[in-house]
């Protein structure tokens, strides 16, 4: 097969040319070093990023979408389901996808690939990376046959059984499919081949090749996918399919001392399960390696991970032996303070020792009834993301999403319906969102939230096999709720230290109601469902109001006493924040009945000096400007209304 392998893909690894990376632009290359990236200065890069799903944009609305995902502090981009026929996201295009998916899923779509590269060629002009994919939920046809001639017979029963596939409804599909390649030598062969092509292929907008270009900072396998938690979960592929996994399954399983394993849905016994989740990991391990191999054959150095989302400890551990860079995703209950445990515990799981760490999907609960219930608290996630992403030194933060297809665009970028209402894949429409992009995007960028000082590893020794569902999700060892909040954690599955059942964050409960940070920076009150953070060049706030001033701020003072509301402040200048002379505030506020008002008294201390003036300039919702003087004691009083992004200048 490997022979196979190398001939499918010659002609397209001589069509590649040797064209120097160019180094005149926005966009450094970077280098993986430790928990984080580095540019060619040794400074960490930290990454603030949107989704964009099967995004196809017109060449003036990709321009206008780089100018304001950079104007909003964007600096990674996350395509998604870039193979996703989307006809209804992009109704104007033919497949909505990169492929044309006319007699095969191998041949690119002209003008949706020439769209995709405008949009990259756009977004590197404004410094923003991308986090690529090799499978962007790829559906394979009865027509891909032709990657490999087996016999008239294998091969029209493979076809018969892509359209069995292709015909079941998405929610049973969906697994299957993204769990092909892994068992099936066709579908392998097929997600190397358009990877290849894809990194072979000269941009004319940018004049490189993807494999020459180092806008690409990761390559995930396949998006939240792992074969073990398929199996468990019960997904079944067609027959033509199954067989041969659970023929490759009993092979395996006597090769490792179990003459009768059983079914791989029921095997027999725990020595069974234990065989079953070392086959996963074989079978999922040698995938890799080989989508591994079919990128760096085009010259390409690409830091790789398998997967992303939690699937339990043997998909963990095969992160840290495998992966370079680790990926969770998110959907969280976005206030933090309804409780000692929060949504950071789920974040965090999948961190791993000396490896830099997204969540590649980041947002509020799905679901119509988490969204009513908890909606409206959404901008905490603009305090806590870059608050708690900074205590536990994560490597990026990635919105889900930006906007799903192009329907919503307009030629500036921006939505065609803006409001202030909740839009969970379409954060562009989001107003309240959006007022707090840019500062927490300058708060988590510039690294101004101290990370951990006292971090923990969280060591789990073997062995790592589930037998069911809740032991997969669950994992052999988690710290105790509320831990997350004080200190940063990671996992390692190589070696355990002697005290480690001993630690307190695995035996004892934190119990609150104020849990602060092991850095001071972070206090969360659950008691006044407040979260704060005070660190030398921003401040914020987020929570519901009372009569009494928040713990732990020196310079935001919030003046209602009722209602909830989400303050930033960040210094743009790098100086702390009562010497800078350049801020940038964002607010929005609920009022006492939880609806959006525009108004929330709030003043700052300690910033101006008495008697001196400053220039307030908003720059959300419309521009204006006004001269503002502090009072004798250095308060300054912002304008109650009329805002919610602003400037403040101060001349010093």
């Known amino acids: 097969m490997k022979t196979r392998l190398l001939a499918l893909l010659c002609p397209v690894l001589l069509a590649a040319s040797a064209v120097a990376a160019d180094t005149t632009d926005a966009l ?53 389901h870039m193979l996703r026929s989307s006809k209804d996201w992009n109704p104007s295009m033919a497949s909505g996808a990169l492929v044309d998916y006319a007699a095969d899923s191998r041949t690119f779509d002209p003008v949706a690939l020439d769209r995709f590269d405008y949009l990259n060629a756009a977004l590197r002009k404004q410094g923003i990376y991308l986090a690529m994919s090799a ?71 940018t004049g490189l090749t993807y494999a020459e270009d180092h806008q690409w900072i990761s390559l995930e396998v396949v998006n939240e996918s792992s074969l073990e938690y398929a199996i468990i979960c019960k997904n079944r592929f067609p027959a033509y399919f199954e067989e041969r996994l659970q023929a490759r399954w009993r092979e395996f399983a006597a090769a490792n001392g179990i003459a009768s394993a059983g079914d791989i849905y029921e095997p027999r016994g725990s020595e069974a399960v234990r065989v079953r989740a070392a086959f996963f990991r074989q079978l999922e391990s040698a995938y890799y390696d080989r989508i591994r191999a079919a ?42 303070v309804r409780g000692v445990k929060d949504g950071i515990a789920d974040a965090m799981k999948f961190a791993v020792k000396d490896k830099p760490f997204f969540v590649g999907e980041f947002n509020q609960a799905e679901g119509s009834e988490n969204i009513k ?18 205590l536990h030194d994560w490597s990026g933060i990635v919105w889900f999403a930006w ?160 209602g909830f509301a989400t303050v930033l402040l960040v210094a743009e200048d790098d100086r702390p924040l009562a010497e800078s002379t350049r801020l940038v505030l964002s607010r929005t506020a609920l009022d006492m009945v939880l609806k959006e008002t525009d108004t929330l008294p709030l003043a700052l201390r300690g910033i101006v000096p008495a008697g001196a003036t400053a220039t307030f300039k908003v720059t959300r919702p419309a521009a204006s400007e006004a001269t503002l003087t502090a009072r004798a004691d250095g308060t300054l009083v912002l304008p109650a209304a009329g805002w919610h992004e602003a400037e403040l200048h101060i001349a010093r």
Request: negative net charge; charged residues 20%; hydrophobic residues 40%.
């Open 403 to 562: 906007i799903h297809g192009t329907r919503r665009v307009g030629d500036d970028g921006w939505s065609t319906r803006p409001d202030r209402e909740s839009h969970l894949g379409e954060m562009v429409s989001d107003g309240m969102m959006l007022d707090h992009l840019r500062t927490a995007g300058l708060i988590y960028r510039r690294n101004l939230v101290a990370p951990s000082r006292d971090p923990m590893i969280l060591a789990t020794a073997g062995p790592l096999h589930a037998g069911d569902y809740h032991g997969l999700m669950s994992g052999k060892r988690k710290p105790l709720d509320g831990w997350q909040n004080i200190h940063g954690f990671r996992r390692t599955y190589v070696g355990e230290p002697t005290p480690q059942a001993g630690t307190p964050w695995l035996n004892d409960r934190v119990a609150g109601p104020v849990i602060t940070s092991d850095t001071g920076e972070i206090i969360k009150d659950i008691a006044r469902r407040q979260l704060t953070l005070a660190a030398p060049q921003a401040e914020g706030f987020s929570g519901f109001l009372d009569d009494s001033a928040p713990a732990g701020l020196k310079h935001l003072a919030p003046g209602a006493d009722a």
């Open 373 to 390: 219930a908890q909606s409206r608290y959404r901008t905490m996630l603009m305090l806590g993301a870059p608050a708690y992403a900074g």
């Open 135 to 205: 499978h962007n939920t790829r559906h394979f046809l009865p027509g891909d046959v032709g990657i490999l001639s087996v016999s008239p017979e294998d091969d029209a029963a493979w076809s018969t059984a892509i359209s069995e596939l292709n015909d079941w409804h998405w929610k049973k599909s969906f697994d299957p499919i993204k769990a092909l390649p892994v068992i099936d030598e066709r579908a392998a062969l097929l997600t190397a081949e358009l990877l290849v092509k894809l990194l072979n292929h000269r941009n004319p907008y």
């Open 295 to 336: 990128m760096e054959s085009t010259g390409a150095k690409i830091p790789m991970l398998f997967s992303n989302l939690w699937r339990g400890d043997n998909a963990t551990a095969m992160a840290e032996e495998k992966s370079e860079v680790i990926e969770n995703h998110a959907y969280i209950d976005p206030l933090l």
């Open 28 to 80: 450094p290359p970077l280098t993986v070093s430790g928990n984080n990236y580095t540019d060619p200065s040794g400074a960490v890069v930290k990454f603030w990023g949107v989704n964009l799903t099967a995004f196809y944009p017109d060449k003036a609305a990709a321009d206008a979408t780089a100018r304001n995902l950079a104007e909003r502090q964007v600096n990674l981009v996350r395509p998604h």
